[in-house]
């Protein structure tokens, strides 16, 4: 089995079992758009200067889950990184974001990480498989909590977790104490630096939420 992405994996762990975010989660919404951000930044098919979004390069077949938010990059281009946001998390309809779970779970569902389920009004639902979220979750665990290699995608899993409130569900309150002051050891390194400044970015898109829903 190749390699879940960490959009993929983002989805499992934030997911609930109903297969769907609940109306109140909206840091979860705008957690799966940052992941899927970072995966075209790591994988060099965006770049972020000046606190905008350029296409750089097509988008590779294994990355088709996430077309929907490489199109509208593409066509807004150079795109400020708030924009991007409410166009998947805050309009009324929530098409953008419904179509990116909808490509995330699809592809889950084909290789076996998720179940495909009927929802309301003939809409699709994703039931994340246990052993693959379980698999995520270990992955955090071995690399963050012991003493294994680090790796971009674990660390920027383990920082939208806890932007989106979900480290609670998997860890101990001891646990994730130690993953968030692992990530304050990060951001002060210069070891996964491009993770390191989208932590941060992360947490100034979340300031810019707090005062646009205020």
Same mark, same amino acid.
């Given at each position: *089995?190749?390699? &879940? %992405?960490?959009?993929?994996?983002?989805?499992?762990?934030?997911?609930?079992?109903? /297969?769907?975010? @609940?109306?109140?989660? *909206?840091?979860?919404?705008?957690?799966?758009? =940052?992941?899927?951000?970072?995966?075209?930044?790591?994988?060099?098919?965006?770049?972020?200067?000046?606190?905008?979004?350029?296409?750089?390069?097509?988008?590779?077949?294994?990355?088709?889950?996430?077309?929907?938010?490489?199109?509208? #990059?593409?066509?807004?281009?150079?795109?400020?990184?708030?924009?991007?946001?409410?166009?998947?998390?805050? %309009?009324? %309809?929530?098409?953008? +974001?419904?179509? +990116? *779970?909808?490509?995330?779970?699809?592809?889950?569902?084909?290789?076996?990480?998720?179940?495909?389920?009927? /929802? +309301?009004?003939?809409?699709?639902?994703?039931?994340?498989?246990?052993?693959?979220?379980? &698999?995520?979750?270990? &992955? #955090?665990?071995?690399?963050?909590? !012991?003493?294994?290699?680090?790796?971009?995608?674990?660390?920027? $899993?383990? =920082?939208?977790?806890?932007?989106?409130?979900?480290?609670? &569900?998997?860890?101990?309150?001891?646990?994730?104490?130690?993953?968030?002051?692992?990530?304050?050891? #990060?951001?002060? %390194?210069?070891?996964?630096? +491009?993770? @390191?400044?989208?932590? !941060?970015?992360?947490? $100034?898109?979340? @300031?810019?939420?707090?005062?646009?829903?205020?």
């Amino acid at each position: *089995m190749a390699p &879940r %992405t960490l959009t993929q994996e983002y989805f499992l762990c934030s997911i609930g079992q109903k /297969g769907k975010y @609940s109306s109140m989660d *909206m840091e979860k919404g705008v957690c799966l758009v =940052a992941a899927g951000l970072l995966e075209l930044l790591m994988e060099d098919v965006i770049v972020l200067h000046d606190g905008k979004f350029t296409c750089i390069a097509a988008l590779p077949a294994d990355r088709q889950p996430l077309a929907v938010l490489y199109a509208y #990059i593409q066509s807004k281009q150079p795109v400020k990184a708030e924009k991007v946001l409410e166009a998947f998390s805050f %309009t009324l %309809t929530d098409k953008n +974001l419904r179509a +990116l *779970m909808q490509g995330v779970g699809e592809s889950l569902a084909r290789t076996g990480g998720a179940k495909k389920a009927r /929802g +309301l009004f003939g809409g699709a639902r994703y039931l994340p498989d246990p052993a693959e979220k379980d &698999r995520a979750v270990q &992955r #955090i665990r071995a690399e963050l909590l !012991e003493d294994g290699p680090l790796t971009d995608d674990v660390v920027a $899993l383990t =920082a939208l977790l806890h932007k989106s409130g979900d480290l609670k &569900r998997y860890f101990s309150p001891y646990e994730k104490k130690a993953l968030k002051d692992r990530l304050k050891e #990060i951001k002060n %390194t210069t070891e996964n630096q +491009l993770v @390191s400044q989208m932590v !941060e970015y992360i947490e $100034l898109l979340f @300031s810019m939420i707090v005062i646009a829903a205020s």
